[in-house]
């Protein structure tokens, strides 16, 4: 049978793995080893390819390999070393390498979904806003030497992540190898990367005055909560402005200081319905967006920056993105970056759903159900569908890649695919707690019941 016949009963049988493995290909496949020797410093090729490797590591992160060992045996043949030698290759990944990972996967995410005919979401009108925010990795097993006689929990780093918020993609990763290290020590990299024109949402950790001062001096504007450690001076009365969905808005000016050339800010407070989970029941926004955006406008659009939360969550549920047996900071750093770059992909799995299905379907797919089939059928998948098929399928350009994925996208049937959607649960009232909790057996507990129903 040749390849074009397997493909299709692929294509049938499990469309989402065929679908995937061709955005993967098209994102970033054939840029690794050219992404390397571009940001490499120290790090260095011998008989292990940095594309072997990583091709490895994605078989890990995609769910494909419970752990390091099973992708290396699932392709020892391309990795021509041993073991061993794969480990030490992974723990040297230097951070700069990783973080081109997800800024080139982002690039290259934004000409697919362009060529798919894509339309970013509207946030702000005039303003690419993108939002900020850190996630620090779990506490790791102890299999590193000088980790074993320690107490205390050893956490192998943090990661702030940007999150283009129009195209749902993480575009840029600033690792911090000391996990202990303030995430707010990012931000003159952070500031870097952003131009005339940006917007930024972030929490309060990075209410850094000179970091607002500096955005603002670049043309960039931001809506950052307020931080209690930055006390500013109030100028004039609080004004009423209106209600949103979670509470009552106002608007008062606050100044750095007292003095007459001090940066002025716009102060948003909401006074919330609902306390938040932290028990917060008032938020105080800063921003230095112009009059003309409302003070209600700001309020909502602050609420946005849960898209990033949905992105992180979404990286641990489908993908793995943190191993709790990778304890050095490198390698965990990695594996995270390279779950980042698999979520990018996947955004422009759902450009090309969008492209050829109705919205309403697609937002009522089952990202579970997708994870699942993905992962149980690539490998048997890739056996019988070589490189060389790979290759010929997708063409030389982007152009080729999104005409191929909208193909495999219409061939869908995404009814099979649609959430399950269960109804309101039942308050349940639960016995009080009066004697020691013993075992029952759940046979007779039910057959009690069965008897006791009229």
């Known amino acids: ?69 099973q992708a290396y045996n699932a392709h020892q043949e391309e990795l021509t070393v041993s073991l061993t030698s794969f480990y030490n290759k992974i723990n040297a990944t230097e951070l700069q390498t990783s973080e081109a990972i997800v800024a080139r996967s982002a690039k290259r995410a934004v000409e697919l979904q362009d060529q798919l005919g894509f339309v970013p979401w509207h946030v702000l009108e005039g303003y690419n806003v993108y939002a900020l925010d850190g996630n620090h990795l779990q506490e790791s097993e102890k299999r590193l030497k000088p980790l074993r006689m320690l107490h205390d929990a ?55 005055l000179n970091f607002l001062r500096g955005c603002n001096d670049k043309g960039v504007c931001f809506v950052i909560r307020h931080h209690g450690r930055f006390k500013g001076v109030l100028v004039g009365q609080r004004r009423k402005i209106g209600r949103i969905e979670t509470g009552v808005v106002y608007e008062q000016q606050i100044k750095t200081s007292n003095a007459p050339d001090a940066f002025a800010m716009r102060r948003i407070t909401v006074e919330l319905d609902q306390p938040t989970r932290d028990g917060d029941t008032v938020i105080h926004v800063l921003s230095n967006l112009p009059t003309h955006v409302d003070a209600k406008a700001i309020a909502e659009l602050y609420r946005c920056r849960w898209e990033e939360e949905t992105g992180y969550y979404y990286l641990t549920t489908t993908l793995t993105c943190e191993l709790k047996s990778v304890g050095d900071p490198q390698a965990a750093l990695f594996v995270f970056c390279m779950a980042m770059m698999a979520f990018n992909s996947r955004q422009v799995v759902f450009a090309a759903l969008y492209a050829e299905h109705d919205e309403e379907l697609v937002n009522d797919l089952s990202h579970h159900a997708i994870s699942v089939e993905v992962s149980r059928y690539t490998d048997g998948m890739l056996v019988v569908l070589d490189d060389a098929f790979w290759n010929r399928l997708l063409g030389p350009d982007a152009e080729h890649v999104a005409k191929r994925l909208r193909e495999m996208s219409q061939a869908i049937n995404l009814a099979k695919y649609k959430k399950s959607k269960r109804g309101p649960k039942k308050v349940v009232t639960k016995p009080p707690r009066t004697r020691k909790r013993t075992h029952v057996s759940t046979a007779k507990v039910l057959a009690e019941a069965k008897n006791k129903t009229p």
């Open 1 to 69: 049978m040749d390849d074009s016949k397997v493909a299709a009963k692929f294509l049938k049988s499990s469309p989402f793995a065929m679908l995937t493995q061709a955005v993967i290909r098209g994102v970033i496949a054939n840029d690794f080893d050219s992404l390397f020797h571009e940001n490499r410093s120290q790090q260095y090729e011998r008989s292990l390819a940095f594309s072997a490797m990583a091709t490895a590591v994605a078989d890990v992160v995609l769910r494909f390999a419970k752990n390091f060992r």
């Open 154 to 208: 050893p956490l192998a780093g943090t990661i702030v992540a940007r999150f283009d918020l129009q195209r749902q993609l993480f575009d840029r990763a600033y690792l911090l190898e000391d996990a202990h290290a303030q995430e707010c020590s990012t931000l003159d990299r952070v500031l870097g990367d952003l131009t005339k024109g940006d917007l930024l949402l972030a929490d309060r950790h990075y209410c850094i």
